[in-house]
């Protein structure tokens, strides 16, 4: 077994800590590889606080996970030891259903191996922890390569935020002559302002923060709306195509739907903690849509770090000591986050 040492929650309600836990030992299609910096997405909160479902616990949370491989299995052929990787939300699938043989392994139809709070159904039956740990065993097919060249701390969000604001502007085909709005501008928003300006479309961004705005012009947004003034709204009424939705709680779908122009769609990535109330008069005027994304298959996943990589596209990160983490959750849950924390795993 491979000994391990990270940051876990015991329960949904104590703060997180030191706790050492057993890996499996590394398979002949595994790699290993210590983790040097983890992401901190907002979904790392719902699932700690249990605000989708019941987790498993000890929970040790963390799906932004780059470092550098230390230990290959005897039949790995993309990696070797030294080589730099990367995980994201997923470590593991059936591989044999028509999703996963069309390169979507996240909606695998017996049900993806999330990289954490999760069972690995298809090796060992025994729970997934995170990356907020010192080292992971991966399955190759769920590891990523990183360009060399690459700025490690500032790529880990692209494993997570990157590839599921990337994927819904893709499969949506989001370029120019299309109004955009990203809804939040926290992890997720700012990686979908990047993305939306590279494919030309014309962005605005959607936030309750007004004193966000400098900052998503500085990201290439085109144009500002604080939620909160009924006025400007107002100004942007009937106008977006899409509609990028990455709000981590309770907000009135009614309200945005109606920014959208006729045939408009608003994608839902965030994921709050209780359903949305849609009324049907707020689709049927105007023929509107409402569609969900979640984060990315594998192989689109390695395309979008390989496009970052030749579009200079990175996250702009907060590094933080993992001793951190509690303050860094509480600026999360005001909405205060500039615009990605990233834990620096050399002070585990
Ligand atoms: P985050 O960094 O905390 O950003 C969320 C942003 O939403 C906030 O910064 C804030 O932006 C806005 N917001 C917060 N409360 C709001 C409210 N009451 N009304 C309106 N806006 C509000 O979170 P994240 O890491 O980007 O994750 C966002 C959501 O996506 C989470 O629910 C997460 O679980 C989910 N997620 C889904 C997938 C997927 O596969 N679909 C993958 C990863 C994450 P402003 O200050 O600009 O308003
Ligand atoms: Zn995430
Ligand atoms: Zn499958």
């Not at 936030?207 to 998503?216: Q, R, V």
Request: net charge negative; with cysteine.
């Amino acid at each position: 077994m491979v000994q391990t040492k990270g940051y876990a929650a015991q329960t949904p309600t104590s703060d997180l800590g030191l706790w050492e836990f057993e890996r499996r030992e590394v398979g002949p299609k595994d790699v290993q590889f210590d983790i040097q910096y983890c992401g901190v997405c907002h979904s790392d909160l719902h699932q700690i606080k249990n605000d989708w479902f019941e987790g498993i616990f000890p929970m040790v949370p963390g799906h932004e996970i780059v470092g550098k491989v230390v230990k290959v299995g005897s039949d790995v052929t993309k990696f070797k030891v030294g080589d730099l990787a990367a995980t994201g939300c997923m470590v593991d699938s059936c591989r044999e259903c028509d999703n996963c043989k069309d390169g979507l392994e996240q909606y695998c139809e017996n049900g993806n191996v999330q990289t954490y709070n999760s069972k690995n159904h298809y090796t060992d039956n025994m729970p997934t922890y995170g990356g907020y740990s010192n080292t992971i065993v991966v399955n190759e097919d769920f590891v990523l390569h990183l360009d060399e060249k690459a700025d490690l701390p500032a790529t880990a969000p692209l494993l997570c935020a990157g590839i599921t604001t990337y994927s819904p502007l893709k499969h949506w085909k989001v370029r120019k002559g299309h109004k955009l709005a990203v809804l939040g501008l926290g992890g997720l928003g700012h990686m979908g302002v990047k993305f939306g300006v590279a494919f030309g479309a014309e962005v605005t961004v959607l936030s309750t923060s007004a004193d966000k705005e400098e900052a998503a012009k500085k990201l290439g947004a085109h144009h500002f709306v604080v939620t909160k003034d009924a006025e400007q709204v107002a100004s942007v009424k009937n106008s977006f195509d899409f509609i990028l939705d990455t709000v981590s709680a309770p907000h009135d779908m009614n309200l945005y739907l109606s920014l959208l122009r006729t045939n408009g769609v608003h994608i839902c990535v965030g994921v709050p903690p209780l359903p949305h109330e849609i009324h049907p008069f707020s689709l049927l005027g105007g023929r509107k849509s409402v569609a969900g994304s979640g984060i990315g298959g594998i192989k689109e996943t390695q395309e979008m770090l390989d496009f970052c990589s030749a579009n200079n596209i990175v996250s702009d990160i907060e590094l933080i000591n993992i001793k951190d983490i509690h303050a860094a959750y509480k600026r999360m849950e005001k909405g205060d986050v500039r615009y990605r924390f990233v834990i620096d795993m050399a002070t585990l």
